[in-house]
């Protein structure tokens, strides 16, 4: 289970999270959903130590990670597929893979996975020897995701996955959120597309302006008023 | 010019560009990693030739242990820099880490004054490089061809190890996107030391070869190699290896033809490595070889 406590982030002067609580029970898929600007990817980005904390704490499975290098952090399972995709633009679909697994030395388990991402996802087979910065937007997307399943996550987190996106591939997306969660992998997404996630999820939180506002299982908050005013474009 | 002239002058040109090109790799690896210049690199290419003269002259080691010897230091010193002047900076303001470059060369080259004293020394003559050899009319020292081969080996090396074992893929990651490449569990520390020692290793070997052919050192010889060394790697595209090396020998092979075809202007040989920088960046201001957009180790 993934724990936060009290987290709070400052950027400067910017109090973008003002001491969230929140957590992820294992094998679930968990979402976070709010407007832009409303502190998710700093959220995401603090559990894998990319921002510093001022204060609060974060736990899995009982182990503190607050103040752990991104590296040691990834190896106890928690792997981010970043907001924008982030894949190595000058790096074939094959080197952007073999990066997931970077950490790993078991090199039967990661050729199995390697298969399995390309079950997944057949088109990056396709272009296995093709650089990642001339592939679609879609296709670099589940390069993203591919890559962060090499890393053999134990919790996968994935910044705004749909972000862009033809309706098609967004549905294709969440298509596999579900799969990979079936698997066996617990699932934390942070989503603008408030509809997609909370469908899919187990558990929800609403985060405004850095604090969380309402949370609920996904099926309560998609019925919720103030979410579907607010998040889901519905005149009340 | 006669033929054996012409020959004697394009080995010469091959070696000098050959050295140049080996210095010029280090500025652009590092640059590729941290988007720094590293200014105390033409030290560093000092340091590698002091080292040597030491090993020989005090040590008495075999000439080949003292070369591993002086490049293995070399290389720990290149990563002991990044740690002590480098490192602590991270995160401050590029021009911080300019001044501390800066301020490291200066200390550098003034800690050689005090510690190896400021008078040149020969540096020992050793039979394998010294010999003449003889084409026909042509002559030369072994050590002009002992450098482009050395230099041609070294680079074939650095090319499989960029483009083929896990620490080059992970240089690549980092130099492209470091916080991508946290996220891959890469430990960026790690490679940006491996990074500094290769690119000192091989300045150190450029100082070695270079105290053979011209075979005079002093503190601060790196000074003007240094800087040649620097537009050599803006020439050819920061940040891009190929384009180091295209640069450093570009500017070795012209400095050589300006004192042969126009012994007028040899005293201009050091002024034309900037004219040419100017020219290209005028031209293209990426550099021969580099994108605007992505930039390679
Ligand atoms: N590096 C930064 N420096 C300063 N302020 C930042 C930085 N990154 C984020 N912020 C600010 O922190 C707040 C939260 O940003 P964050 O990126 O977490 O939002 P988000 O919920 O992910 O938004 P979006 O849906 O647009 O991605 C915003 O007000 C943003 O302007
Ligand atoms: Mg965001």
Redesign the interface.
Same mark, same amino acid.
């Given at each position: 289970m993934l724990s936060v406590q009290n987290l709070s982030v400052h950027y400067g002067g910017i109090h973008a999270l003002q001491g969230i609580d929140f957590e992820v029970p294992d094998g679930k898929i968990v979402t976070l959903i709010g407007a832009n600007g409303a502190g998710k990817s700093t959220t995401l980005k603090a559990i894998?130590n990319?921002v510093k904390t001022t204060s609060g704490t974060i736990h899995w499975n009982g182990e503190l990670l607050t103040g752990k290098l991104?590296?040691d952090i990834? %190896?106890t399972g928690v792997? +981010?597929s @970043?907001e924008g995709r %982030?894949?190595? @633009?000058? +790096?074939t679909v094959d080197?952007n893979l073999?990066?997931?697994a970077?950490?790993r030395n078991d090199k039967v388990g990661v050729a199995s996975d390697r298969e399995r991402v390309f079950v997944l996802f057949p088109r990056l087979k396709e272009r296995m020897k093709q650089k990642a910065?001339t592939l679609s937007g879609g296709e670099q997307q589940m390069l993203a995701v591919a %890559?962060a399943l090499m890393?053999k996550p134990k919790i996968l987190m994935m910044d705004e996955p749909s972000l862009g996106l033809a309706p098609l591939i967004v549905k294709m997306i969440f298509d596999i959120v579900r799969e990979i969660n079936k698997a066996g992998t617990t699932v934390l997404l942070v989503e603008q597309n408030a509809k997609a996630a909370l469908e899919v999820a187990d558990f929800g939180y609403v985060l405004e302006t850095g604090r969380i506002i309402l949370s609920g299982p996904g099926k309560t908050l998609l019925a919720d008023q103030r979410v579907r005013a607010a998040y889901l474009g519905e005149a009340i | 010019m006669d033929l054996p002239t012409f020959f004697q002058q394009l080995v010469n040109a091959l070696s000098l560009g050959s050295l140049y090109a080996l210095i010029a790799i280090g500025y652009t690896m590092v640059y590729g990693i941290l988007r720094l210049i590293n200014f105390a690199h033409g030290d560093v290419f000092m340091l590698g030739a002091y080292f040597a003269f030491y090993a020989i002259t005090a040590l008495l080691m075999p000439w080949w242990i003292g070369f591993i010897v002086a490049l293995s230091l070399t290389a720990l010193f290149g990563i002991a820099l990044e740690r002590v002047a480098y490192r602590p900076l991270r995160d401050s303001p590029r021009l911080s880490v300019m001044i501390s470059a800066i301020g490291a060369s200066f200390l550098i080259e003034n800690l050689g004054i005090v510690i190896f004293g400021g008078r040149p020394k020969s540096f020992p003559s050793i039979p394998l490089f010294d010999t003449v050899v003889r084409f026909g009319p042509v002559s030369m020292l072994s050590v002009s061809l002992f450098i482009p081969v050395i230099t041609i080996g070294s680079l074939i090396a650095l090319t499989l190890i960029v483009n083929h074992t896990?620490t080059g893929? &992970?240089m *690549?990651?980092v130099s492209?996107?470091v916080? &991508? &490449? *946290?996220?891959? &569990? $890469?430990? $960026?520390n790690k490679i940006v030391a491996f990074t500094f020692g290769v690119g000192s290793l091989l300045a150190g070997l450029g100082g070695i070869m270079w105290t053979m052919k011209y075979p005079q050192l002093n503190p601060l010889m790196g000074i003007m190699p240094g800087l040649k060394c620097f537009i050599a790697a803006v020439i050819g595209g920061i940040g891009n290896i190929g384009g180091a090396v295209l640069g450093g020998f570009l500017l070795g092979i012209i400095e050589i033809l300006i004192v042969a075809f126009l012994p007028a202007l040899t005293g201009y040989r050091d002024a034309f490595a900037f004219v040419l920088l100017i020219v290209v960046l005028l031209v293209k201001p990426t550099g021969l070889l580099g994108k605007s957009q992505?930039v390679?180790v």
């Open positions: 894998v990319l991104t590296k990834v %190896r792997v +981010l @970043p %982030r894949v190595f @633009p000058n +790096l080197e073999a990066l997931g970077y950490s910065g %890559r890393s | 896990k893929l &992970a *690549r990651a492209t996107d916080d &991508a &490449a *946290r996220l891959m &569990a $890469v430990d $960026v992505t390679k």
